[in-house]
């Protein structure tokens, strides 16, 4: 089974704090994702990237940034937390074009 | 528990019925589709997926079905379980760079089993 674990389930910090959210997986996907989640708009995405230090701006990427050095991990670094960045967020995995594996989530409140 | 989307389109369905959950997508050019299930507070979880050159595909308890004409999918999920309540949502490709498929979502259906 394809396992994807994400480093918290609820942060919160404070404005201004820089944050991290790390993604691991372990079925040696080329790809990873990040998403945002919020009520009445569905999954929206952030970066992704197709390799080793590869990225790509996904559909919502201010004031987001990604780091991928090894295949397994996908970093999202919020270099300045603000209030309107307050979500759930979500990483996910897949093995070429086939369908996207996600984690469980991990809850971000910004206050 | 946790809401993923407030406002969600619900279909009641009674234990043991078989349920029918639509979408309709948006690019007539997506090649792939996939649904997903999501229960409260947990990731996205992959159900089931079919590509553009099939009209149906089948899993465990649960159907797919395409229809490009319209461009309409359909979950069809037999003999609907407690455990089947949750939000699902269809995904279609948009677009590929490299390998990797930009999925659109959509917001999703939440379907509540009653006993």
């Known amino acids: 089974d394809v396992k994807v674990t994400q480093s918290s389930r609820y942060l919160v910090k404070r404005t201004g704090e820089k944050v991290f959210l790390e993604c691991v997986q372990d079925?040696?996907?080329?790809?990873m994702f990040w998403y945002r989640q919020d009520p009445g708009l569905g999954l929206r995405l952030i970066y992704f990237?197709?390799?080793?230090?590869?990225?790509e701006k996904g559909d919502i990427p201010e004031g987001y940034s990604v780091s991928r050095e090894k295949k397994e991990r996908f970093s999202l670094i919020l270099e300045s937390a603000s209030t309107n960045q307050t979500s759930m967020y979500l990483c996910?995995?897949?093995?070429?074009?086939?369908?996207?594996?996600f984690g469980p989530g991990t809850r971000l409140t910004v206050t | 528990g946790e809401s993923v989307g407030l406002h969600l389109p619900t279909l009641s369905v009674q234990e043991g019925d078989n349920s029918i959950i639509n979408c309709a997508y948006s690019?007539?050019?997506?090649?792939?589709f996939i649904w997903y299930k999501q229960e409260s507070g947990k990731g996205p979880q992959f159900i089931i997926d079919?590509?553009?050159?099939?009209d149906k595909r089948q899993g465990q308890r649960v159907t797919v079905l395409l229809n490009k004409t319209v461009k309409h999918l359909s979950l069809q999920i037999a003999a609907t379980q407690p455990g089947d309540s949750a939000v699902y949502f269809c995904?279609?490709?948009?677009?590929?760079?490299?390998?990797?498929?930009?999925?659109?979502f959509g917001t999703g259906t939440r379907l509540q089993v009653t006993l």
């Open positions: 079919i590509r553009s050159n099939m």
């Open positions: 995904a279609e490709n948009k677009a590929r760079t490299g390998t990797a498929s930009k999925l659109t």
């Open positions: 996910a995995s897949s093995f070429r074009d086939l369908g996207q594996y």
């Open positions: 079925m040696d996907h080329e790809n």
């Open positions: 690019n007539s050019a997506s090649d792939y």
């Open positions: 990237s197709y390799d080793v230090k590869m990225k």
